[in-house]
């Protein structure tokens, strides 16, 4: 079984929608984060937590936001998705400067 | 300037080919660096941590120069499963956080 579990794999919404995307983890990890990777951009952070009760801002925070409910889980929600917002979404998990990803969820918005 | 830049891609090599990535950082109190590896379409990976000695691990050498805030990754003998995308990671100063540079894409062919 996968370490770090992310769904749904792949969506596709329309504009202004509200979108939930999920990460579980079993590795124990208290470091979490998103991501989102566009092509020529990199991974860029958009939220990331160190623990359930700690929760900041990344560089590209606005039009997402996030839940931590519990060790193990950390969601990234649209409030009102937009186009673009298109891109493929990370989550990680980290012990040590290591991070470990999930499978990545693919997300298109129309 | 961004923190962490890489070499532009695509790199198209032979197999058998060595080939050699280099990596920028802006801030020179980072202390952690690190090479990934993504297939296409997959998670990033870890490939190797960089240490400030210079390491080897099999057909790859990493190596740090601090003066000159520079990360290289070195590959032999290229296979065609080396093809993916190298990204080069550092850091961040205070923020407990990665640093992730746009990688650099590597092609090998027959």
């Known amino acids: 079984d996968a370490d770090v579990t992310q769904t749904p794999r792949n969506r596709i919404t329309k504009t202004g929608k509200r979108i939930m995307l999920e990460c579980s983890q079993t590795k124990g990890h208290d470091r979490m984060y998103w991501y989102r990777q566009d092509p020529g951009l990199g991974l860029r952070l958009i939220y990331y937590s160190f623990d359930v009760k700690d929760i900041n801002k990344g560089e590209i925070s606005d039009g997402y936001s996030v839940s931590r409910q519990a060790q193990a889980k950390f969601s990234l929600s649209l409030e009102s998705a937009i186009p673009n917002q298109t891109a493929l979404y990370f989550c990680?998990?980290?012990?040590?400067?290591?991070?470990?990803f999930g499978p990545g969820t693919r997300l298109t918005v129309l | 300037r961004k923190e962490v830049e890489q070499d532009p891609g695509p790199f198209n090599v032979p197999e058998g080919a060595t080939v050699a990535f280099n990596c920028t950082y802006s801030n020179s109190a980072s202390q952690s660096f690190f090479w990934y590896r993504q297939d296409c379409r997959k998670e990033p990976k870890l490939l190797m941590s960089v240490y400030s000695s210079g390491n080897e691990d099999g057909r790859f050498t990493a190596q740090l120069n601090r003066a000159s805030q520079y990360i290289s990754l070195l590959i032999r003998d290229s296979k065609l499963s080396d093809s993916a995308t190298y990204l080069c990671v550092v850091n961040k100063v205070g923020g407990g956080k990665l640093i992730f540079g746009q990688g650099t894409e590597l092609s090998v062919k027959p």
């Open positions: 990680a998990t980290e012990r040590e400067y290591e991070q470990f």
